[in-house]
Nanobody, 127 residues
Framework: QVKLVESGGGLVQPGGSLRLSCAAS????????IGWFRQAPGKEREGVSC???????SYANFVKDRFTISRDNTKNTVFLQMNSLKPEDTAVYYC?????????????????????WGQGTQVTVSS
């Protein structure tokens, strides 16, 4: 049984930082692609970042140079370091796992290719 558990969300002031964690069980993070997504109230879920052995780390344009994704294989955990946070980063953040198929990387920021999802962690950026 695959389980993904996010943690690390919270309330932070604009310009602040948070580090999200995605702890996996039932799947080896080194063998799949792990994506971070977010969903703000009234908006669709959007891809933020992805990491895989095949392709390495990648980022959506709106978080480049601010967010860093990393993976600790010994802990079977993926992290998302978020710096220079803005109010528009406020959302529930989810991690998800997907198979590294040949077509995956064309759709890595879409929800469809991902098979397993965590329950999400709230990030609120506000003064």
């Amino acid at each position: 049984q695959v389980k993904l558990v996010e943690s690390g969300g919270g309330l932070v002031q604009p310009g602040g930082s948070l580090r999200l964690s995605c702890a996996a069980s039932g799947v080896i993070v080194e063998n799949v692609a792990i994506g971070w997504f977010r969903q703000a109230p009234g908006k669709e879920r959007e891809g933020v970042s992805c990491i895989s052995t095949d392709e390495g780390p990648s980022y959506a344009n709106f978080v480049k140079d601010r967010f860093t994704i990393s993976r600790d294989n010994t802990k079977n955990t993926v992290f998302l370091q978020m710096n220079s946070l803005k109010p528009e980063d406020t959302a529930v953040y989810y991690c998800a796992a997907g198979r590294q198929t040949p077509d995956f990387y064309s759709y890595k920021y879409e929800t469809g290719p991902y098979e397993y999802w965590g329950q999400g962690t709230q990030v609120t950026v506000s003064s």
